[in-house]
């Protein structure tokens, strides 16, 4: 006889993270169990819902990504009220902890719905594309266990999502990214990342993504926003910090903590 517990409703998870973001105090992820990535993805749409996130229609910005190509991609809406144009001020923001991540997003240049999601390849879904953008992702967390927390409780809880920071928009054109720099600065500590996506093109995800946002029969509007992944892993930042974020050929983006 297996010794584990059953999955919570998808109800008592919702409520956990409404509570959490109600209140602004982390919650136990022991407290609930959840069973999949399936549930994990219920339980995002029913905080949205709650939250009232996008009572106007479909999400237009959403973050897309995984370990590697071989690896099942995730993805979460984002709340419209933490997506910033850069330079940002986030220093009234509230915040658990405050994971960087250094990334590219890409807008769509017309809708797509489901069946023309279904169809599309990489080509195709690139040719969707019509710019793209220095963003910055500040990671934090429902969960008292943060990073620690198991698979599905970060995927419900929009993968840890906090804020979203996006620079200006350029147009979208080919890139050798496998030789694309990031360069990195966090108070006065800089790195600077080169080929470090994970998926090695940040457009890679798109047909994916498509698919998943669009499955429930919601239509994307052009303009919609995704972005897709980190180059620079996680480092933490503090209170204080100044984080800039610089893709040469690309642009940059900036926010003061």
């Not at 994990?40 to 009232?52: D, I, K, P």
């Not at 850069?86 to 240049?109: C, K, M, N, T, V």
């Not at 198991?150 to 990214?177: I, N, T």
């Not at 990342?193 to 029969?217: C, E, M, N, V």
Request: net charge negative; proline share 7%.
């Amino acid at each position: 006889m297996s010794n584990l517990a059953p999955p919570s409703s998808d109800a008592q998870i919702a409520q956990t993270l409404l509570e959490a973001r109600r209140s602004g105090q982390v919650a136990n992820a022991d407290a609930v169990v959840i069973a999949d990535a399936a549930q994990a993805y219920r339980v995002q749409a029913a905080v949205s819902e709650a939250m009232g996130w996008f009572a106007d229609g479909p999400a237009r910005h959403w973050k897309s990504g995984g370990p590697g190509r071989e690896a099942v991609l995730t993805h979460a809406p984002l709340p419209p009220a933490g997506v910033w144009a850069s330079p940002a001020d986030a220093r009234a923001w509230p915040f658990h902890w405050r994971g960087i991540e250094a990334e590219i997003a890409l807008r769509l240049g017309q809708p797509v719905d489901r069946d023309h999601a279904g169809r599309l390849d990489q080509d195709s879904a690139r040719a969707l594309v019509d710019a793209m953008t220095v963003s910055i992702e500040l990671v934090d967390s429902r969960w008292a266990q943060a990073l620690d927390a198991p698979g599905w409780h970060k995927l419900c809880d929009l993968q840890s999502h906090g804020a979203l920071v996006l620079g200006e928009w350029v147009p979208w054109r080919a890139r050798d990214w496998a030789t694309q720099t990031c360069e990195l600065r966090i108070g006065g500590h800089e790195q600077v990342f080169t080929g470090t996506h994970s998926l090695g093109d940040p457009s890679w995800l798109l047909p994916q993504w498509l698919r998943h946002a669009t499955r429930d029969g919601a239509v994307l509007p052009a303009g919609t926003v995704v972005t897709t992944g980190t180059w620079c892993g996680l480092p933490l930042a503090q209170a204080g910090d100044e984080v800039v974020v610089r893709f040469p050929g690309v642009g940059e983006a900036s926010v003061q903590l």
